[in-house]
């Protein structure tokens, strides 16, 4: 997905009148795409003390998290989620308005 974006930012800096507006816009093109990057290194240490503890139930997570997936599909081959859906929208009639 990088490659519309970059082209379409590089259309626009290109169509700049000015280069330091152009090398502004790249500069917050690039900002955006290494500051997640640079967050998730600063978040590894954290990561993998939280992995070394969670080990014993990483077994249990997998199984829960494959029903999940299960319960998805037959969610989406019956029909619930068109039900689950609709119901949501009647509760939250503000989320119609969302897309």
Do not use: C
């Not at 490659?3 to 152009?22: D, H, K, M, N, Y």
């Not at 917050?28 to 978040?43: D, R, W």
């Not at 081959?77 to 039900?83: K, N, Q, V």
Request: glycine share 14%; proline share 4%.
């Amino acid at each position: 997905m990088i490659g519309p974006i970059l082209a379409a930012i590089l259309a626009l800096a290109g169509s700049e009148a000015s280069v330091a507006r152009g090398a502004l816009l790249l500069g917050a093109y690039s900002a955006g795409l290494g500051i997640p990057f640079v967050l998730a290194a600063l978040a590894m240490k954290p990561f993998v003390a939280f992995l070394k503890r969670m080990r014993s139930r990483l077994g249990m997570v997998e199984k829960a998290t494959g029903a999940l997936l299960v319960l998805t599909g037959l969610a989406f081959l019956f029909g619930w989620i068109s039900t689950a859906s609709f119901w949501l929208l009647e509760l939250f009639p503000g989320l119609g308005r969302l897309g």
